[in-house]
């Protein structure tokens, strides 16, 4: 949602008599009102035993590992940290050991009261590597298919009044960067530019007015945003202006619409080929830039967008937006649903659509995600990102599901239409949280000689994410973790992927809660048609906390 669509949706909000953003904006007061600070650094050593139950090849290691959990709410900073460095040692000569980097942070700190805040972010965590490579779970199975991937966004946000004229602004800088370790498909006349790193900058702003001193609110907008990623010299660049109106029809009921002008343009160096017209391409079978040829343009839209849609809100607990309009050239759908099913359990979904990459999606999508999270860190579930890709916050109903961004690493801009819904909450001694996401990639890629023929397919991904968790006693637990996911990468002989899952892990605190031994279970399968796997895995662990 941009910064004009936020902005209105706040005012018609206001205009119909709904509590829900004061609601959350007190709840951020409250928990800022009790100022604390926990921060947690510990070590871990585990022994984790993975078996191939279609052919019973065994994989053993031993993972050493620090991490900190850390959070820190004053009046004017909210943050979290969640951080795991794993070293694993494999028992096996024909595998190497291998690291792994885990975490998520998120932070909010109010420089002047009321008017500018800075705001930041970032994420450490493993996803597919290549579109057309095999699905990747909770499974500890090697698998050169998984690259480590590094996301962090930080930037201000200005929001403030000028009479009755509500006015905002917000700058983001991202960098996201992919560490595949040399991967390589060994498949000749296929090599792909793949990903390396990105920068991207994105500014909004918006000036605009609740209904009161005219019967209808109204707000306009603008945005820029650009993208710079490696190694072909990727360039995005959109920019739009729009502006919007919201009708209160009813106390719970109001009619929006907008129009406005946008640009989109994405282009690439050309590659090296050599005297035969083969692509030339490095010892790890990277394409190389060739900067004297003349920039390929991969995209190029513009035009009129507009769309219209309703905001309802029936009472306090229920909210919905939902819009259509033209965009990208097409019709385009989106929307958002809030249900307090009661003060424990909530529910939140959302449909989008959007022209984005790789890069920007991490960063949107680590944007988005509340500042106070659930940690993520037990077992062998542990983690953020990957297939299931959900974070879940640690009020009822938040998070989100991060499948648009982590179904694959690609290089190429795409469009992507989906959506994703979050159930979560707590009762008692009883932990829920509950997320499934759909997200369809349509590639805008470079077409010609050399280049990956990826242009116009069409990539689709299914996933569920979900855990219950149960305090046994006050030192002990037991968490139940699952999760399954569905992928068509849409090129031509491609197998579709099925991988599932399902882990169950026991913890026991002693020494007054500074000591944590656990134990954890897990059956994970893959099936892509011709290739089938099955793992059963057991970790045993101890970690102690400082």
């Given at each position: 949602?941009?910064?004009?669509?936020?902005?209105?949706?706040?005012?018609?909000?206001?205009?119909?008599?709904?509590?829900?953003?004061?609601?959350?904006?007190?709840?951020?007061?409250?928990?800022?009102?009790?100022?604390?600070?926990?921060?947690?650094?510990?070590?871990?050593?585990?022994?984790?035993?993975?078996?191939?139950?279609?052919?019973?090849?065994?994989?053993?290691?031993?993972?050493?590992?620090?991490?900190?959990?850390?959070?820190?709410?004053?009046?004017?900073?909210?943050?979290?940290?969640?951080?795991?460095?794993?070293?694993?040692?494999?028992?096996?000569?024909?595998?190497?050991?291998?690291?792994?980097?885990?975490?998520?942070?998120?932070?909010?700190?109010?420089?002047?009261?009321?008017?500018?805040?800075?705001?930041?972010?970032?994420?450490?965590?493993?996803?597919?590597?290549?579109?057309?490579?095999?699905?990747?779970?909770?499974?500890?199975?090697?698998?050169?298919?998984?690259?480590?991937?590094?996301?962090?966004?930080?930037?201000?946000?200005?929001?403030?009044?000028?009479?009755?004229?509500?006015?905002?602004?917000?700058?983001?800088?991202?960098?996201?960067?992919?560490?595949?370790?040399?991967?390589?498909?060994?498949?000749?006349?296929?090599?792909?530019?793949?990903?390396?790193?990105?920068?991207?900058?994105?500014?909004?702003?918006?000036?605009?007015?609740?209904?009161?001193?005219?019967?209808?609110?109204?707000?306009?907008?603008?945005?820029?945003?650009?993208?710079?990623?490696?190694?072909?010299?990727?360039?995005?660049?959109?920019?739009?202006?729009?502006?919007?109106?919201?009708?209160?029809?009813?106390?719970?009921?109001?009619?929006?619409?907008?129009?406005?002008?946008?640009?989109?343009?994405?282009?690439?160096?050309?590659?090296?080929?050599?005297?035969?017209?083969?692509?030339?391409?490095?010892?790890?079978?990277?394409?190389?830039?060739?900067?004297?040829?003349?920039?390929?343009?991969?995209?190029?839209?513009?035009?009129?967008?507009?769309?219209?849609?309703?905001?309802?809100?029936?009472?306090?607990?229920?909210?919905?937006?939902?819009?259509?309009?033209?965009?990208?050239?097409?019709?385009?759908?989106?929307?958002?649903?809030?249900?307090?099913?009661?003060?424990?359990?909530?529910?939140?979904?959302?449909?989008?659509?959007?022209?984005?990459?790789?890069?920007?999606?991490?960063?949107?999508?680590?944007?988005?995600?509340?500042?106070?999270?659930?940690?993520?860190?037990?077992?062998?579930?542990?983690?953020?990102?990957?297939?299931?890709?959900?974070?879940?916050?640690?009020?009822?109903?938040?998070?989100?599901?991060?499948?648009?961004?982590?179904?694959?690493?690609?290089?190429?801009?795409?469009?992507?239409?989906?959506?994703?819904?979050?159930?979560?909450?707590?009762?008692?001694?009883?932990?829920?949280?509950?997320?499934?996401?759909?997200?369809?990639?349509?590639?805008?890629?470079?077409?010609?000689?050399?280049?990956?023929?990826?242009?116009?397919?069409?990539?689709?991904?299914?996933?569920?994410?979900?855990?219950?968790?149960?305090?046994?006693?006050?030192?002990?637990?037991?968490e139940f973790d699952a999760y399954a996911a569905w992928y068509d990468s849409g090129l031509a002989g491609d197998?579709?992927?099925?991988?599932?899952?399902?882990?169950?892990?026991?913890?026991?605190s002693f020494l007054m809660e500074q000591l944590q031994a656990e134990a954890s279970l897990g059956l994970y399968?893959?099936?892509?048609?011709?290739?089938?796997?099955?793992?059963?895995?057991?970790?045993?662990?101890?970690?102690?906390?400082?």
């Amino acid at each position: 949602m941009n910064m004009a669509h936020a902005s209105l949706r706040r005012m018609a909000l206001r205009t119909l008599g709904i509590a829900g953003i004061a609601g959350g904006l007190a709840y951020g007061s409250a928990a800022a009102a009790q100022a604390r600070s926990e921060i947690s650094p510990y070590l871990e050593v585990e022994q984790v035993f993975d078996v191939d139950l279609e052919n019973g090849d065994t994989l053993t290691y031993t993972s050493v590992a620090a991490g900190i959990d850390a959070e820190v709410s004053t009046n004017r900073v909210d943050a979290q940290v969640s951080y795991r460095y794993e070293r694993r040692i494999a028992w096996e000569d024909d595998l190497v050991d291998e690291d792994v980097h885990s975490g998520l942070a998120q932070a909010r700190i109010e420089v002047a009261r009321d008017l500018l805040s800075l705001d930041g972010g970032a994420i450490a965590a493993r996803g597919r590597l290549d579109s057309d490579g095999p699905a990747f779970g909770f499974s500890t199975a090697d698998d050169d298919n998984i690259a480590q991937i590094y996301g962090v966004y930080a930037g201000p946000t200005l929001s403030t009044h000028l009479g009755a004229l509500a006015v905002n602004a917000a700058y983001r800088f991202g960098y996201v960067k992919v560490d595949d370790h040399g991967f390589d498909d060994g498949l000749p006349g296929e090599e792909r530019d793949r990903f390396d790193s990105s920068t991207n900058h994105s500014v909004t702003g918006s000036v605009g007015m609740a209904p009161g001193p005219l019967p209808f609110g109204w707000t306009v907008g603008a945005g820029y945003d650009r993208e710079d990623s490696d190694p072909l010299d990727h360039k995005f660049e959109g920019a739009y202006v729009r502006g919007e109106v919201v009708l209160p029809v009813t106390s719970t009921f109001a009619v929006t619409g907008g129009v406005g002008y946008e640009d989109l343009e994405a282009s690439q160096q050309d590659i090296v080929r050599d005297s035969t017209g083969q692509p030339v391409v490095t010892p790890g079978g990277e394409l190389v830039a060739d900067p004297t040829k003349p920039r390929l343009l991969v995209y190029d839209q513009d035009g009129v967008i507009w769309d219209a849609g309703v905001i309802w809100r029936p009472n306090p607990r229920t909210e919905l937006m939902a819009r259509v309009g033209r965009r990208y050239g097409g019709t385009t759908y989106v929307g958002t649903l809030r249900y307090e099913i009661s003060s424990n359990y909530a529910l939140n979904a959302v449909v989008y659509d959007s022209v984005t990459s790789f890069g920007r999606s991490i960063i949107h999508d680590i944007n988005g995600l509340p500042v106070k999270f659930q940690n993520n860190n037990r077992g062998l579930s542990g983690g953020f990102g990957g297939v299931g890709g959900c974070v879940f916050g640690s009020k009822p109903g938040t998070g989100s599901c991060m499948d648009d961004a982590f179904m694959s690493v690609a290089s190429e801009d795409f469009r992507v239409r989906g959506g994703n819904l979050i159930l979560s909450g707590s009762r008692g001694v009883w932990d829920l949280a509950f997320g499934i996401g759909y997200a369809r990639r349509k590639y805008l890629a470079a077409v010609g000689d050399g280049f990956f023929p990826i242009d116009g397919v069409h990539e689709e991904s299914v996933t569920l994410d979900g855990s219950i968790g149960r305090d046994l006693t006050a030192t002990s637990g037991i968490e139940f973790d699952a999760y399954a996911a569905w992928y068509d990468s849409g090129l031509a002989g491609d197998e579709n992927v099925f991988s599932g899952g399902i882990t169950a892990t026991y913890y026991r605190s002693f020494l007054m809660e500074q000591l944590q031994a656990e134990a954890s279970l897990g059956l994970y399968t893959t099936d892509s048609g011709s290739t089938d796997s099955v793992f059963a895995t057991g970790l045993v662990g101890l970690s102690y906390t400082f």
